[in-house]
């Protein structure tokens, strides 16, 4: 399951020579420079703020797979806080049109609480490798099964939450709660095309094995786990009983900055990104 911490995470040695090599191709000490970057939390956000980062993302398409997946989101959400700030609106988008929502000084503001910014940039990360999973289910007296599953499968891991003793809880508990962000947050498009046909506009009908799940159901699923999260023991343990609590709260704010990375950022470039 994908790690529970969202703290300032080490920045790979691949990370810090493209960010001194961007930043500061002059640097004479770029060993030194390096080891203040890791060590001192305002230059490392100076240096991965620092507009030519993201500018060379931009400009060499193959840049992002010279660095560690939670550096580039992190570039790319710094990013989406600064244009945010100067944007006039966010757009939510419905099934037959897209509507202004006048809320990017509360998103901004969201986005700008250091621990949740960080939070979003190791979920984005995790979402680059889906990792499977195998674990034994009990079908019967003294009748177990062992169960394959993926940790991109909501629906199983909803169920396998149930079973699983409660201090394992916590970790199903986010990772349900992340996908749920992650597909309305990043694929949009995917949660509604997969539960309504796009033309006629009609819910698509259950099959066997496959529940449909409409963008609304992925909200409150979502908002639900992050709560359940935010009160499980471990997380006050962890540090991150107040980050579930506002992701529960303000999942909708939560949302928007994805959407605005999807849009402006990655585009057609999503499956490309995200295993």
């Given amino acids: ?36 970057i890791r060590e001192d939390q305002d230059i490392r956000k100076a240096y991965v703020e620092d507009d030519k980062v993201f500018r060379r993302f931009v400009d060499e398409e193959e840049s992002f797979i010279r660095v560690s997946p939670l550096l580039f989101f992190e570039v790319l959400l710094r990013k989406t806080a600064k244009d945010l700030e100067k944007a006039g609106y966010t757009v939510e988008k419905s099934r037959t049109m897209k509507i202004p929502v006048f809320d990017t000084q509360e998103v901004s503001d969201f986005l700008n609480r250091e621990e949740l910014l960080l939070y979003l940039a190791d979920m984005l990360s995790s979402f680059t490798r889906v990792e499977s999973y195998t674990i034994p289910v009990r079908i019967g007296e003294g009748i177990w099964e062992k169960v394959r599953f993926n ?5 199983s891991l909803i ?5 699983v003793e409660d201090e394992y809880r916590l970790g199903f508990y986010k990772r349900i ?13 995917y949660a509604e095309r997969d539960y309504r046909y796009p033309f006629s506009g009609q819910v698509r009908p259950h099959i066997r094995g496959k529940l449909r799940i409409s963008p609304g159901d992925y909200a409150e699923e979502g908002q639900k786990f992050y709560r359940l999260a935010a009160e499980h023991p471990s997380a006050r343990e ?13 999942f909708q704010k939560a949302k928007k900055p994805l959407n605005f990375i999807a849009d402006h950022y990655l585009q057609h470039r999503r499956d490309k990104f995200f295993g």
Avoid: N
């Fill in 1 to 36: 399951m994908a790690g529970t911490g969202a703290k300032y995470r080490e920045l790979t040695e691949k990370d810090l020579d493209f960010l001194v090599e961007t930043v500061s191709p002059e640097a004479k000490d770029k060993s030194r420079l390096r080891q203040i």
């Fill in 151 to 155: 940790d991109l499968d909501i629906l």
């Fill in 238 to 250: 962890l540090h991150l009983e107040e980050t579930f609590w506002s992701l529960h709260r303000d």
């Fill in 177 to 189: 709660a992340d996908i749920c962000l992650f597909i309305i947050g990043i694929f949009p498009d």
């Fill in 159 to 163: 169920r396998f939450s149930q079973f």
